[in-house]
């Protein structure tokens, strides 16, 4: 066993009157620059999800809200439109480059939340390149095409952008398990529940159906050339989805596997919006360090 010895040495000054030692010590000390937090815009800031997500950056640690955009509650304060007791002091703004002309000024780091539409999102995404801020872009129904041209805008101008098909991390880990399952049967469908009509088979649906496809494998085999409507919608490689609508329904995706003398079945509910801020939140730590699209939040998982 090895014994360790330790000196300490003091610098002495000797009093000639009164023969007092004294010691002299040395404290140094470094202080560490804090790191400011995120600036985060909200894109569609008075919509459901805008106004949740505007309460979850306000709770967050290392971020905070910079900004608010929307065509509805224009000139009103954010955080009274969201409910808060005490005003956040940030208006609603409908001209996304003018929010993003005052971050850029800060020389702060800066990400742009897009839950806007479809349409818009491309020219949303080069506008906050060009104040130098990262993006996060939850638009279901996102064309792939649109992706691709993001993609290729992003990787020439080396700027980050997470393009996220659901900000739901238990829809996440159920894709995962569908994809894990789907090597061990061959049956498969997809039966979902929604309080509305829009959008039928939802994205998510699709996603999944998408994900279980182009894996080397056909499935229901023996009921593929069946054209009943009650059978439902193939997507995919032979994957039926069933789309359940009535009012109050709460938002559900389960995936039924079968084999041999069993039926294996994974399945999701969303009971509110807040589902979604876990992921937002994660996604908007990640992407600060991002110099091109990622496409999925599960990367991150």
């Known amino acids: 066993m090895a014994a360790l010895y330790g000196q300490f040495h003091s610098t002495n000054y000797l009093n000639s009157q009164n023969v007092k030692r004294r010691s002299k010590s040395f404290i140094s000390c470094s202080v560490q620059p804090t790191q400011s937090n995120i600036k985060v815009v909200i894109n569609g800031a008075a919509k459901e999800i805008g106004r949740e997500a505007i309460l979850a950056v306000t709770k967050a640690r290392g971020m905070e809200v910079a900004g608010a955009v929307d065509t509805y509650h224009v000139g009103e304060d954010i955080g009274q439109v969201c409910g808060l007791e005490e005003p956040l002091e940030i208006p609603i703004i409908n001209d996304l480059t003018m929010v993003l002309g005052s971050i850029s000024q800060s020389k702060a780091i800066g990400v742009v939340v897009d839950f806007t539409d479809p349409s818009t999102v491309y020219d949303n995404v080069k506008q906050a390149t060009a104040f130098g801020m990262k993006s996060v872009v939850y638009v279901p129904r996102m064309k792939l095409d649109t992706v691709a041209a993001l993609s290729a805008f992003c990787e020439k101008a080396s700027m980050g952008v997470l393009v996220a098909p659901t900000l739901s991390i238990g829809s996440i880990l159920l894709q995962q398990a569908a994809i894990s399952a789907s090597f061990h049967y061959s049956n498969v469908e997809i039966v979902e529940s929604k309080d509305d009509a829009s959008d039928l088979p939802s994205a ?90 990622v496409y999925g939040l599960e990367k991150f998982l």
């Open 204 to 293: 998510n649906a699709n996603q999944i159906a998408n994900n279980l496809s182009n894996l080397g494998q056909i499935y229901n085999r023996q009921d593929s050339s069946t054209d009943v409507l009650a059978r439902g919608q193939v997507v995919g490689d032979g994957i039926r989805v069933h789309s359940l609508v009535l009012p109050g329904l709460p938002s559900s995706t389960t995936v039924h596997f079968s084999g041999p003398g069993e039926v294996y079945s994974i399945k999701h509910d969303i009971t509110d919006v807040q589902c979604l801020m876990p992921g937002l939140l994660l996604a908007i730590r990640k992407v600060v360090r991002l110099k091109n699209l």
